[in-house]
């Protein structure tokens, strides 16, 4: 088998409701669909999401398209490993983290859906997975919405079947983020699990006393207090504090892990999948955490799905609430696996 060609998509348009966390207003909606075709007419795709800059994802196409494309037309789309390699040597002299590693995520993700379409099976059962369900919880905190309808969406996402909530703090001062967790907190009840995110807002000083005060209010994980690349910060603040501090969102690539992971920096690593450079990367990632018995959750959740049903360190999968079709559901706090070839629907990641 082999590709034949790369095709792309680009979709930039307002968001129907903008949201905000503490440092940045997502007010777009902005994609990049990416196809990888082949000479036996087995196709893959992935679907690369852009939520702020209008013109991010025609730039991102045209990395795509004009650089990374051209490089593995005429290759076996089974060689993965060997594509990520040579994609990485390709974009070293610009730079491979930032939009260069969100294409080769986007190629990542595409290779796999094509592998999976190929064997007619779910891309989980390509990579052995131990679980057929995933703990979920929703993300729905977000910092536009007052202290009533704060409450008010959390209580929808529990009574959704999710296990626990999200929510974005470091837009005001501490007493406006205790203020609406307490809020959350009365409205959902003692036993699901509540979450910070605080987008990395705050430094050293800021998010040792933040923390103490979360804690204090029993949050299950304290999300980017610092800016990402700090590991050495986020390794003091660890030592510091009791709640786990989750993070990895913004690191790009396996490589930038393994430092956090091995020096303790971290208790909850998420990767995404567009920035740690595709499935491959985030499956990588998730074996090294599980070998120094660190939890993984998700940043984001569609093809995500794949690599959590397989990793044996899985703590949770992070979701919107659920359609209002009533196409999914949960059960006991658990999102199925998909059961089409490839990956799931083409989802955007």
Not at 70 to 88: K, M, T, Y
Request: glycine share 10%; hydrophobic share 40%.
């Amino acid at each position: 088998m082999k590709i034949t060609a790369v095709r792309v998509e680009v979709v930039s348009e307002p968001k129907h409701h903008a949201v905000r966390d503490a440092i940045q207003l997502l007010d777009r909606d902005g994609h990049v669909v990416t196809t990888i075709e082949t000479d036996e007419g087995v196709a893959g795709r992935s679907d690369t999401y852009f939520g702020r800059e209008p013109s991010s994802p025609a730039i991102l196409a045209r990395i795509v398209q004009d650089q990374l494309a051209p490089a593995i037309v005429g290759s076996d789309p089974r060689l993965i490993r060997g594509i990520r390699e040579q994609l990485r040597a390709l974009t070293d002299y610009q730079g491979t983290a930032g939009l260069s590693t969100f294409g080769m995520a986007a190629v990542d993700l595409a290779l796999w859906d094509l592998l999976g379409r190929s064997l007619e099976v779910p891309v989980w059962q390509l990579l052995g997975a131990r679980r057929d369900a995933i703990p979920t919880y929703a993300m729905v905190g977000w910092l536009e919405l007052d202290e009533t309808a704060l409450a008010d969406v959390a209580v929808r996402a529990i009574e959704q079947g999710f296990r626990g909530v999200k929510m974005k703090v470091g837009g005001g001062t501490l007493h406006e983020d205790i203020s609406r967790m307490r809020a959350v907190r009365s409205a959902i009840g003692d036993e699901p699990d509540l979450m910070v995110d605080a987008n990395q807002a705050f430094d050293y000083a800021e998010a040792l006393s933040r923390g103490r005060a979360y804690e204090e209010l029993g949050v299950r994980w304290f999300e980017e207090p610092l800016p990402a690349h700090d590991t050495a910060a986020h390794v003091r603040l660890a030592d510091k504090l009791d709640v786990p501090i989750a993070t990895g969102e913004n690191r790009y690539g396996q490589r930038a892990f393994t430092d956090l992971i091995t020096a303790g920096g971290v208790g909850v690593v998420q990767p995404d999948l567009r920035r740690a450079g595709g499935l491959t990367d985030c499956l990588e990632v998730g074996l090294l955490a599980a070998g120094m018995g660190v939890p993984y959750a998700s940043h984001g959740g569609g093809a995500h799905i794949h690599v959590l049903a397989a990793l044996p360190n899985t703590l949770y999968m992070e979701s919107g609430l659920l359609p209002e079709d009533g196409s999914v559901h949960l059960t006991d706090g658990t999102y199925p696996l998909p059961t089409e070839p490839g990956l799931t629907g083409w989802a955007r990641f």
